[in-house]
């Protein structure tokens, strides 16, 4: 039997030591297609921050605030959560990204960043299409074209059952990892931070070096709800397809860390940040002179969030990956196929994984800081895609139900957004804290429209 949103919320919350979390009230009928139970999945995972959140409300009271969520809207909320008017959004993908046949199976190429089209181009040559990258593909075996495309710097996953990938040195070593691996930091570091009346995370600075996707999405959550987000990009990151869906509620600028200046910027903002959360892999940080020792020495009282694709331990600790390669890689994109009866990958009818660990990354930043609040000691957490990805695997397959109506008006708010792009409108918040409305302050802009200060 497949788990439902409720199982999903108390997993997440168990995962963070919350067991007395409460339950959200749940609305809606229906699901997305697919062989895994993804509506029930972004229900949970979003009651599970909005509990964090209701629990950080309630301490001063005693009596945590009712959460609901709607099922409908959460689902539409993994999707896209914006709707252009007299606009279109980018095309998500690089011409060339995609799912192949190789000799003896399937592998997916990610190339929608220059570098990691390259490092494919390097092993396959320059292709204008995806029928040159097909015919370039079709000679290969999938693990060899892997392994050589990762070795160049680049990004591709062969496709793997669920039982091949248990079998994996990764996967055994992701599935021995915690959902969330939750670390105290010594010392006392007590904040004159206070969660404030209808707006819980106003004043709340927080730090976001994040990108595609998992991490933007915690941080819109938690600019939702007050938190000044202030989200730094090295000069040349542009991420055209998602900017106007995950700037929402968003300061961003620009730093080189490689330059003595913007280094001297960096530090001040992180020593004056509540909260860090960074998406980079493991060792990025450590190479710019900024490791978890420097970052705590310069910020002694910093909650420290972070994430990456495949894990932290294993051989494959610190690999490039994005939801959609650690989907071939973990067999769901093998258990789609089976399900459809295709003759190719079928993944997830939305980036899932990528959504949900931001819901729990949020929820984590959010128990963090009502535990600093509570013992004056800061800590820090890390999250993976493919540990996400191990909590749907374990829920098992959806149960034969209605599909989710197509998006309608009323889905979306009243009023429209003036983005940098142009008005849009933005469906309704998926989320219902009691006494305190999820709403955003500023609306969608480019990447590197701010300056690098905070409010």
Known sequence: ??????????????????????????????????????????????????????????????????????????????????????????????????????????????????????????????????????????????????AAIVAEGGCAAEMRTAAEWLAHPQGMAVAAEPLVALTEAGGDTPSGWRPQPGRPLAGLRVLDLTRVLAGPVATRFLAGYGAAVLRIDPPDWHEPGLEPDVTLGKRCARLDLRRAEDRATFEALLGAADLLLHGYRPDALDRLGYGAAARRALAPGLIDVCLDAYGWSGPWAGRRGFDSLVQMSSGIARAGQDWRGADGP??????????????????????????????????????????????????????????????????????????????????????????????????????????????
């Open 1 to 146: 039997m497949a788990a439902t949103a409720e199982a999903f919320s108390r997993a997440i919350s168990a995962a963070l030591g919350d067991a007395d979390a409460g339950i959200a009230v749940f609305t809606g009928l229906g699901g997305l297609p697919s062989a895994f139970p993804v509506t029930d999945f972004a229900a949970g995972s979003i009651a599970a921050a909005g509990l964090a959140l209701a629990r950080l409300v309630g301490a001063g009271s005693g009596t945590p605030p009712t959460v609901t969520v709607d099922r409908r809207l959460a689902s539409l909320w993994f999707g896209a959560s914006i709707r252009p008017v007299g606009w279109g959004l980018p095309a998500p993908w690089d011409p060339v990204a995609g799912d192949y046949r190789t000799r003896d199976g399937w592998i997916r190429l990610h190339t929608n960043a220059l570098h990691h089209r390259r490092a494919a181009e390097r092993i396959l040559g320059p292709q204008g299409d995806r029928d040159g990258m097909a015919a370039a593909v079709a000679g290969w075996d999938k693990g060899a074209l892997e």
């Open 346 to 455: 079928v993944p997830l009818p939305v980036q899932a994984l990528d959504h949900a660990t931001g819901y729990i990354l949020a929820a984590t930043a959010i128990h963090l800081t009502h535990d600093r609040l509570k013992t004056g000691r800061a800590g820090s957490a890390r999250l993976s895609l493919a540990r996400t990805a191990k909590l749907l695997l374990d829920a098992g397959r959806a149960e034969a139900g209605a599909d989710l109506a197509p998006d309608i008006g009323s889905d979306a708010a009243s009023g429209l957004e003036p983005t940098a792009w142009g008005a849009a409108r933005r469906l309704r918040p998926p989320l219902a804290v009691d006494g305190a409305a999820m709403r955003w302050d500023l609306p969608a802009r480019r990447l590197g429209s701010d300056s690098a200060i905070w409010p």
